[in-house]
């Protein structure tokens, strides 16, 4: 059966429309009023919270919730809802984030729309569980074999916990693609102030269905009622035949894994329906940058002690200010070559010993500094910590 | 205005949840911003526990305390443990009972937080009557407000005897002077 979202029913779901709850909960909400369905998960510190608030709302709203036997199974499970036409949605951390890499590369190449909420801890393998850090910034991007591009949001605060993971559902819906909420152990277990908003302050984007005639219908070719490089959706059971496979494949779904030309078409597209769309893409914050010789550039719980150093800075007369990444994938290209025109040094703090501060680098003009401000361990920088980064470099 | 509570207790006693309920006070009872952080995991149960909680009428950026402006210890363990964070001017409540060793060298609010729930017939709603003495101690939420977020946050069946737990550390609480 279908599902219908129902707004009333998820309200009532969701309680009062001012809270004080975890990051963790808010992703969950943020499920919900997208019009997830299904959840398949496993639990796993700090993201456990995320699957214990939506196994128990889900239901209430006719919804369903699968706990897996592993990560490796809740992704297959998420996918194969997608294809039955399901919102769909899996939470986890780093180390169940490395067992769902193959499913999130066939994911990928099949263009199923899901959510990966990623509340990230620190590693390799199973590291500090329960303490947050930003561990699998890199992994989302380049942690699948082959060619990919990726969709990853990182919030900041509690009720951004829940915007992007409506934004996430938005863009996996609008691209086929299975969109990482990066989230960190810091954010998701930090009580905050929600504010759940109301229908007419959401947008909701649907997923676009297969409408063409039958026996005209191609499943992996641009889309056939739109100006579009992303194939309308042929969801089982409505008629539309659908061969679906990992492998390379060419525009009628079938394996064409000797072909140049049908692999060099397919996957180019997939990285292309997204990186054209690198600009609209880009979601940052501009904290005090108008007149900053130095900037911070972060992204996630970062963001906080940077935000509280960045006033310090200020009060003590110094021009400095910090760019938030709230997408980090597609990564903002121009947006750091910009910023790297203006001031003459970057620092990047992040909750691991360098990720992002790579592609800030890669992508900054030569003559401005680009450093790294590492955090490591399950905590958060101090802002002082961050304070003297700006001492140490006047 | 920005006020940086820690409550220390031991891993059970509802630290967490008094922390909670005074976050909740400020963000959806009152006009404030709130962030609560806590030690979380296996290893707080039964050793000290803590809560955190900033309330802020701004934008509250780092989330967790830098100074401690009010310390709540209801265990003799987290007294120790987390004293050497008390600068002069932090504003420091004890139980008398489960903190009997509390001497800081200068005067400190002593309550019977414990006694009260003990009173009451429910040990388990100490930490509401804690609440209810930080209220009346420390000038920063209406009772009303933490009243109404304690109503919102336990049990209904447990409502009533949670609220005279409240009440009654409210009042103990606003006749309580530093000695």
């Given at each position: 059966?279908?599902?219908?979202?129902?707004?009333?029913?998820?309200?009532?779901?969701?309680?009062?429309?001012?809270?004080?709850?975890?990051?963790?909960?808010?992703?969950?909400?943020?499920?919900?009023?997208?019009?997830?369905?299904?959840?398949?998960?496993?639990?796993?510190?700090?993201?456990?919270?995320?699957?214990?608030?939506?196994?128990?709302?889900?239901?209430?709203?006719?919804?369903?919730?699968?706990?897996?036997?592993?990560?490796?199974?809740?992704?297959?499970?998420?996918?194969?809802?997608?294809?039955?036409?399901?919102?769909?949605?899996?939470?986890?951390?780093?180390?169940?984030?490395?067992?769902?890499?193959?499913?999130?590369?066939?994911?990928?190449?099949?263009?199923?729309?899901?959510?990966?909420?990623?509340?990230?801890?620190?590693?390799?393998?199973?590291?500090?569980?329960?303490?947050?850090?930003?561990?699998?910034?890199?992994?989302?991007?380049?942690?699948?074999?082959?060619?990919?591009?990726?969709?990853?949001?990182?919030?900041?605060?509690?009720?951004?916990?829940?915007?992007?993971?409506?934004?996430?559902?938005?863009?996996?819906?609008?691209?086929?693609?299975?969109?990482?909420?990066?989230?960190?152990?810091?954010?998701?277990?930090?009580?905050?102030?929600?504010?759940?908003?109301?229908?007419?302050?959401?947008?909701?984007?649907?997923?676009v269905p297969a409408t063409i005639d039958k026996d005209k219908f191609l499943p992996f070719g641009n889309s056939q009622t739109r100006d579009n490089k992303v194939p309308d959706f042929p969801t089982f059971g409505t008629g539309y035949r659908t061969y679906v496979t990992g492998l390379t494949h060419n525009k009628k779904g079938f394996p064409a894994t000797d072909k140049q030309r049908d692999h060099e078409e397919l996957i180019t597209r997939l990285v292309t329906k997204i990186s054209d769309d690198r600009e609209k893409l880009t979601n940052v914050e501009r904290v005090e940058l108008d007149d900053a010789e130095t900037a911070f550039v972060t992204y996630g719980a970062s963001a906080r002690p940077t935000e509280s150093a960045v006033a310090t800075a200020r009060k003590n007369g110094m021009k400095v200010g910090m760019l938030r990444l709230k997408t980090v994938w597609p990564f903002p290209r121009r947006t750091i070559e910009e910023l790297s025109k203006k001031v003459n040094k970057i620092i990047v703090p992040e909750m691991n010993l360098g990720q992002i501060v790579h592609s800030v680098r890669e992508y900054s003009c030569d003559g401005c500094e680009v450093t790294l401000a590492p955090k490591v361990g399950g905590e958060m920088h101090l802002p002082d910590e961050l304070f003297g980064y700006l001492e140490a470099r006047k | 205005m920005k006020k940086s509570i820690r409550i220390g207790g031991f891993g059970g006693q509802g630290v967490i949840l008094a922390g909670f309920i005074l976050g909740k006070a400020a963000c959806v009872f009152s006009d404030y911003n709130a962030v609560q952080s806590q030690s979380y995991g296996p290893e707080a149960r039964g050793g000290a526990a803590r809560a955190e909680v900033i309330v802020s009428d701004e934008k509250i950026g780092y989330p967790r305390p830098t100074t401690i402006d009010l310390f709540v210890a209801m265990a003799q363990e987290a007294f120790d443990t987390y004293r050497k964070d008390i600068r002069d001017d932090t504003v420091v409540i004890v139980d008398s009972d489960l903190v009997p060793r509390n001497d800081i060298g200068r005067p400190i609010y002593k309550v019977r937080a414990q006694k009260i729930a003990q009173d009451l017939g429910n040990k388990m709603v100490t930490n509401i009557a804690m609440v209810g003495v930080i209220t009346g101690v420390y000038d920063m939420l209406s009772p009303d407000a933490v009243k109404k977020a304690v109503m919102d946050s336990v049990p209904k069946r447990f409502r009533d005897l949670n609220v005279k737990a409240f009440e009654m550390g409210l009042e103990a609480g606003k006749n309580a002077r530093p000695e």
């Amino acid at each position: 059966m279908r599902y219908e979202r129902d707004p009333a029913r998820i309200r009532k779901v969701l309680g009062d429309k001012v809270q004080f709850v975890q990051g963790d909960m808010a992703a969950a909400y943020g499920g919900l009023l997208a019009g997830c369905s299904f959840f398949g998960g496993y639990p796993i510190t700090p993201a456990s919270e995320v699957a214990e608030g939506i196994a128990r709302m889900l239901p209430r709203v006719k919804g369903t919730f699968i706990q897996m036997e592993d990560e490796i199974g809740s992704l297959a499970a998420v996918i194969g809802a997608a294809w039955g036409g399901a919102k769909a949605m899996t939470s986890t951390s780093g180390p169940g984030f490395s067992l769902m890499m193959e499913n999130y590369g066939y994911a990928i190449m099949t263009e199923t729309p899901c959510v990966i909420v990623n509340v990230q801890r620190t590693g390799p393998s199973t590291g500090q569980p329960t303490l947050g850090a930003q561990g699998d910034m890199m992994q989302v991007r380049w942690g699948t074999h082959g060619d990919v591009e990726a969709i990853a949001l990182a919030p900041s605060t509690v009720q951004e916990c829940l915007d992007l993971t409506i934004e996430a559902f938005n863009l996996s819906e609008k691209y086929r693609h299975p969109v990482c909420l990066m989230a960190d152990g810091e954010i998701g277990h930090l009580r905050e102030k929600l504010v759940i908003p109301d229908e007419d302050e959401m947008t909701l984007i649907e997923r676009v269905p297969a409408t063409i005639d039958k026996d005209k219908f191609l499943p992996f070719g641009n889309s056939q009622t739109r100006d579009n490089k992303v194939p309308d959706f042929p969801t089982f059971g409505t008629g539309y035949r659908t061969y679906v496979t990992g492998l390379t494949h060419n525009k009628k779904g079938f394996p064409a894994t000797d072909k140049q030309r049908d692999h060099e078409e397919l996957i180019t597209r997939l990285v292309t329906k997204i990186s054209d769309d690198r600009e609209k893409l880009t979601n940052v914050e501009r904290v005090e940058l108008d007149d900053a010789e130095t900037a911070f550039v972060t992204y996630g719980a970062s963001a906080r002690p940077t935000e509280s150093a960045v006033a310090t800075a200020r009060k003590n007369g110094m021009k400095v200010g910090m760019l938030r990444l709230k997408t980090v994938w597609p990564f903002p290209r121009r947006t750091i070559e910009e910023l790297s025109k203006k001031v003459n040094k970057i620092i990047v703090p992040e909750m691991n010993l360098g990720q992002i501060v790579h592609s800030v680098r890669e992508y900054s003009c030569d003559g401005c500094e680009v450093t790294l401000a590492p955090k490591v361990g399950g905590e958060m920088h101090l802002p002082d910590e961050l304070f003297g980064y700006l001492e140490a470099r006047k | 205005m920005k006020k940086s509570i820690r409550i220390g207790g031991f891993g059970g006693q509802g630290v967490i949840l008094a922390g909670f309920i005074l976050g909740k006070a400020a963000c959806v009872f009152s006009d404030y911003n709130a962030v609560q952080s806590q030690s979380y995991g296996p290893e707080a149960r039964g050793g000290a526990a803590r809560a955190e909680v900033i309330v802020s009428d701004e934008k509250i950026g780092y989330p967790r305390p830098t100074t401690i402006d009010l310390f709540v210890a209801m265990a003799q363990e987290a007294f120790d443990t987390y004293r050497k964070d008390i600068r002069d001017d932090t504003v420091v409540i004890v139980d008398s009972d489960l903190v009997p060793r509390n001497d800081i060298g200068r005067p400190i609010y002593k309550v019977r937080a414990q006694k009260i729930a003990q009173d009451l017939g429910n040990k388990m709603v100490t930490n509401i009557a804690m609440v209810g003495v930080i209220t009346g101690v420390y000038d920063m939420l209406s009772p009303d407000a933490v009243k109404k977020a304690v109503m919102d946050s336990v049990p209904k069946r447990f409502r009533d005897l949670n609220v005279k737990a409240f009440e009654m550390g409210l009042e103990a609480g606003k006749n309580a002077r530093p000695e």
